[in-house]
C-alpha cells in the first residue's frame, strides 16, 4: 500500500516550467457556463478535453454547448451507457490517450465509476500522473464490480481533488493514501456573473434554481415559508423534474399560485440573468439516507451577482455561505419564513450581504481560481 500522503494546500503561485499535456475526462463540461474554467486551465497548459455529445437524463439531454471553446482542443467522443453514473465509458478514449501521450490524464469523474477505471487503466500504462474528482460526501459501500473499481483506482491514483470536506473524510475512510485538495469542480464566470441594479417596481422576489426538482431540493419549504408573508413578493422556480406536478399543486392548495411562477429548465448561458431578477435565492435542501447537498453552485452563481442568499445547514451550504446570508435548520418552515420576512422589510441588510456575498466568491470561488488551483494540482505531479 502507498505511505499516506497529505492534503495540500495550492493557493500558492503556480510555478513555471514546461507545458504540460493534460487530458481531462469530464461529461459535466457539456455545459457551456463551465468551459471558461477550460480555457483559464488552456493557458498554461496544452489542454485536450473529452466530453460526449450530450448526458441523458430523466427529464431529456443535456446537449453539449460549445460556449467557450478557445485555447484547448474539444474532443467530442461517443459514450456508452449514456445517462448511468456507474457504467458509463467511452470506447474511443484508449485510442486517444495513446495518441496524446498526456502527462497527466484528469478524470472528472468518481473513482467508483467505469469510465474513470477504463481511462486511468490506458492512462498508468503510459505513465501519466493520475487525477480523479469526487463529490461523494456520504460513505457509502458498493457490490462488485464497482468496490473492486473503486480500490484499484484509490491505489492508482497521484491526486484527489475532493469538492467537499466531507469527502475527504469518505476517500481517507476507504483506504486512499494519496494527494488531496479540496476545491469545487467549477468556479463563478465573474464577467458572466454580475449585479444589476434592482428595478424599485418590481415585487420581493423569491428565487429557486435546480436542475431537478426532486424532493431533496426541499422547494416545499419556499412555498410553505413564503405563503405566510404578507405585501406585494412573488416565487420564480428554475427547473424541471418529477415534483412538478405536487409542487404546483401545493401551490394551489395553499392559495398562491398565482405568485408562483414555473419558469422550466434554463440553459446555463440564462442563468445569470434569471438571478438578477431576484431578491433573495434560497436553496432549501432537505438530507436523505443517500444524498446530502455536496456543494450548491447557485449559491455562489447568486452571490457573484450581488444577490442576498439563504440556505439549510445540508452538506456543504453553510461552508459555502460563510457570512454572506442566512442559514435555517433543515424542514425549518418557521425558521425560512423568518429570514424570508426579515430580508422583505430589510432593503440594507439585502444589500449588505449581496457585496459581502460577491466578495466571497472573488476571495474563494471564481473560475479562474479554480482552474489556477487545478494547474497548481498538475504542476505539484510534475515535480514528484
Known amino acids: ?93 484508449p485510442k486517444l490517450l495513446h495518441e496524446i501521450k498526456p502527462d497527466v490524464l484528469h478524470m472528472d469523474e468518481e473513482p467508483y465509476s467505469f469510465v474513470t477505471w477504463h481511462g486511468m487503466r490506458v492512462g498508468r500504462k503510459l505513465n501519466a500522473k493520475l487525477v480523479f474528482f469526487s463529490w461523494q460526501n456520504i460513505l457509502r459501500r458498493y ?30 475512510s476507504k483506504g486512499y493514501r494519496g494527494d488531496s485538495a479540496t476545491f469545487p469542480q467549477f468556479g463563478v464566470s465573474m464577467g458572466l456573473f454580475t449585479p444589476k441594479e434592482r428595478c424599485p417596481s418590481r415585487p420581493f422576489t423569491i428565487g429557486s434554481a435546480n436542475r431537478r426538482l426532486n424532493p431533496e431540493k426541499g422547494v416545499d419549504l419556499i412555498l410553505q415559508a413564503a405563503a405566510q408573508l404578507t405585501g406585494d413578493w412573488c416565487i420564480k422556480i428554475a427547473g424541471d423534474g418529477g415534483a412538478r406536478d405536487e409542487l404546483e399543486q401545493l401551490a394551489r392548495q395553499l392559495g ?28 432549501s435542501s432537505r438530507t436523505l439516507p443517500t444524498w446530502k447537498e455536496q456543494f450548491g453552485r447557485v449559491l455562489t452563481e447568486a452571490m457573484a451577482c450581488e ?27 418557521a425558521g425560512l419564513h423568518a429570514h424570508l420576512r426579515l430580508l422583505q422589510e430589510n432593503v440594507e441588510l439585502r444589500e449588505d450581504f449581496g457585496r459581502k456575498g460577491r466578495q466571497r466568491v472573488l476571495q474563494q470561488y471564481t473560475q479562474d481560481q479554480i482552474a489556477s488551483k487545478t494547474v497548481a494540482v498538475y504542476r505539484s505531479l510534475n515535480d514528484t
Request: proline fraction near 6%; aromatic fraction near 8%; glycine fraction near 8%.
Open 143 to 172: 457490490p462488485p464490480p464497482f468496490r473492486w473499481i473503486e480500490r484499484q483506482i484509490l491505489n492508482w491514483s497521484h491526486f484527489g481533488i475532493m469538492g467537499n470536506a466531507a469527502a475527504e473524510q469518505v476517500w481517507r
Open 256 to 283: 398562491i399560485a398565482e405568485r408562483v411562477h414555473f419558469l422550466g429548465k434554463i440553459g446555463s448561458e440564462d442563468v445569470p440573468e434569471f438571478l438578477r431578477s431576484l431578491d433573495v435565492l434560497v436553496l
Open 1 to 93: 500500500m502507498k505511505p499516506e500522503k497529505t492534503h495540500i494546500a495550492l493557493n500558492a503561485p503556480q510555478c513555471k516550467g514546461r507545458i504540460l499535456k493534460v487530458v481531462i475526462v469530464s461529461k459535466a463540461c457539456v455545459v457551456g457556463a463551465y468551459q471558461t474554467k477550460l480555457e483559464a486551465i488552456g493557458r498554461s497548459a496544452d489542454l485536450t478535453v473529452v466530453v460526449p455529445p450530450y448526458w441523458k437524463e430523466a427529464r431529456g439531454n443535456l446537449t453539449l454547448e460549445r460556449s467557450h471553446t478557445d485555447g484547448y482542443d474539444l474532443r467530442v467522443l461517443p459514450m456508452r451507457f449514456n445517462g448511468q453514473y456507474h457504467l458509463h465509458y467511452y470506447p474511443d478514449l
Open 307 to 333: 444577490v442576498a442568499v439563504i440556505g439549510s445547514d445540508s452538506g456543504e451550504i453553510p461552508h459555502v455561505i460563510g457570512d454572506a446570508g442566512l442559514i435555517f435548520r433543515e424542514d425549518d418552515v
